[in-house]
């Protein structure tokens, strides 16, 4: 599932390419994704300009004259840059057609993403915690919403309310690095070790994103290449396999119906 990292990697790779272009065609091909596409959205924004791209949490946001298109990718979405001769894919259920001759199109096998239009605010953004790689999030926040939590600290670093972005991979990769047990309850753990663990999510984050993301078995970038960040993964995915560290054999554990690796040794 393309997380924080992979989603901007696809913004920096198309911005260049739509920024400060007109929409001049917008064909639907199949708009029933996990929210239907908007009633309508072609006539809406064919002949506006595409004034700037940005992310909010895993949502893109293309502001233009009047409004916005907000795009998540789900499970397995992608946005490509092609020739407008391409031929189109299986799968490929959307492609906007820009003034310079760009065409970007989005190719969704599992159809979990979304194409909506607003002419104000998208309240799907509404209540989202802090971006991991702004002042706002830092240990203190961790420390202070944890405080009589019994959840472990996993899934409420995990939870969108919380941060935004620290998504299973690299929630997994931040503990392991802050030697902290995923399952730890979340209000036993104390601040300097929250501060460690904000710093931890904020250098991975920003790694992966430098890297390119991480290379899942649907996630490519803009470009149609892959993500390169899994090449440098401690646990996530290598469960029973030695620890970097200690080479202790990884645990492996069900935390919030998702799998979650460890070091038993390391972390704590």
């Not at 400060?20 to 929210?35: A, C, E, K, M, Q």
């Not at 920003?206 to 970038?221: K, P």
């Amino acid at each position: 599932m393309p997380e924080l990292p992979e989603v901007e990697t696809t913004l920096r790779g198309i911005e260049p390419h739509i920024a400060g272009t007109v929409i001049d065609r917008l064909r639907v091909f199949n708009g029933s994704l996990r929210w239907p596409v908007t009633q309508g959205i072609s006539a809406i924004v064919e002949g506006q300009q595409l004034q700037s791209l940005t992310r909010r949490a895993k949502y893109l946001l293309l502001h233009l004259e009047r409004g916005s298109m907000m795009i998540h990718l789900g499970m397995s979405g992608s946005l490509r840059l092609v020739d407008k001769n391409t031929e189109r894919r299986k799968h490929d259920h959307i492609e906007m057609h820009m003034s310079n001759g760009t065409c970007l199109r989005y190719h969704d096998p599992r159809r979990f993403g979304a194409w909506l239009w607003s002419g104000g605010e998208h309240h799907q953004l509404d209540h989202l915690g802090p971006e991991p790689l702004t002042d706002d999030f830092n240990g203190k926040r961790l420390y202070v919403m944890s405080r009589k939590r019994k959840v472990a600290v996993k899934p409420f670093i995990m939870d969108n309310k919380t941060v935004v972005g620290a998504g299973n991979i690299y929630a997994s990769e931040a503990l392991y690095r802050s030697g902290i047990r995923p399952d730890r309850e979340a209000g036993k753990i104390s601040l300097q070790r929250y501060e460690v663990l904000a710093g931890h999510i904020k250098d991975v984050l920003q790694a992966a994103i430098e890297q390119g993301g991480t290379t899942l078995r649907d996630f490519v970038n803009g470009n149609g290449e892959p993500g390169y960040f899994q090449q440098t993964l401690a646990v996530y995915g290598r469960g029973g396999e030695p620890c970097i560290s200690c080479e202790k054999p990884l645990s492996e554990i069900r935390l919030g119906q998702r799998s979650s690796v460890f070091c038993g040794r390391c972390q704590r």
